[in-house]
């Protein structure tokens, strides 16, 4: 369950940013129908082996997605790991998205 729920965030993640992808959508659709039926062993593994297969390609669209076509490529970049004392906002690649839409929304804005 853990990774089909990470599967489903990688998805929702790149929908959020303009790339959704029906073949995803339809491997999670498959999955979960198969979820609500009693599975011996072998369709449990075989569906496991379908939930990593998929989560590959969702997570490489996912990065595809945030990094090239829509802010290019990512360059390593040295950060002070000191705290400094004033506001400051922590950003995850998940986040930056939500970052872009708050540094526009508030530019020029002091």
Known sequence: PRELKGLCAYSCHARHLGFESENVNAAVEEILDTLSEE???DTA??????VGEVNVRSY???????????YGNPTPYEVRRRPVPRKCILVSGHDIHDLDLLLKASEGKA
């Open 60 to 70: 490489g669209r996912c990065w595809s997605a945030v990094t090239v076509e829509t």
């Open 39 to 41: 599975n011996d062993f």
């Open 45 to 50: 593994l075989t569906n496991c082996m379908k």
